[in-house]
C-alpha cells in the first residue's frame, strides 16, 4: 500500500528553520519524482520544490529559492523541505506528492507551517 506520511510541521519564528519530513511506504522514492507543495488560505495550491527520480536534480519556485531545499535519503526511504529563513508568507499547509509517467500521483496528508514572530 502506497503511502506518504509527512512530519515536522509547527511554528516557527522568521528567520529560524524547520525541516519537514516525507516519510514513503510501498514505493522507493529514489525511483519517483517527489516534490512538496503548499497552500495557502485562500490560495490555489503551489509547487515548492521537486527533486527528480534518477539524476536528482531539484527545481525550486522563485519564492524559495536560495532558502529552502529538498534533499532525500535513499535509505530512509525519505524526502525532506529545509526551510531556512521562513518569511511568514511562507504560512501554509505543505504536502508532499509522487510522480511518475504512467502512474498516479500520490499526497500525503498535509503539515500545517505557520511562520510568526
Known amino acids: 500500500q502506497v503511502q506518504l506520511v509527512e512530519s515536522g510541521g509547527g511554528l516557527v519564528q522568521p528567520g529560524g528553520s524547520l525541516r519537514l519530513s516525507c516519510a514513503a511506504s510501498?514505493?522507493?522514492?529514489?525511483?519517483?519524482?517527489m516534490s512538496w507543495n503548499r497552500q495557502a488560505p485562500g490560495k490555489e495550491r503551489e509547487l515548492v520544490a521537486a527533486?527528480?527520480?534518477?539524476?536528482?536534480?531539484?527545481i525550486y519556485a522563485d519564492s524559495v529559492k536560495g532558502r529552502f531545499t529538498i534533499p532525500r535519503h535513499n535509505a530512509k526511504n525519505t524526502v525532506y523541505l529545509q526551510m531556512n529563513s521562513p518569511k511568514p508568507e511562507d504560512t501554509a499547509v505543505y504536502y508532499c506528492?509522487?510522480?511518475?509517467?504512467?502512474?498516479?500521483?500520490?499526497w500525503g496528508q498535509g503539515t500545517q507551517v505557520t511562520v510568526s514572530s
Open positions: 506528492k509522487s510522480f511518475r509517467a504512467g502512474t498516479r500521483d500520490y
Open positions: 510501498g514505493f522507493t522514492v529514489s525511483a519517483y519524482t
Open positions: 527533486i527528480t527520480s534518477a539524476a536528482g536534480s531539484t
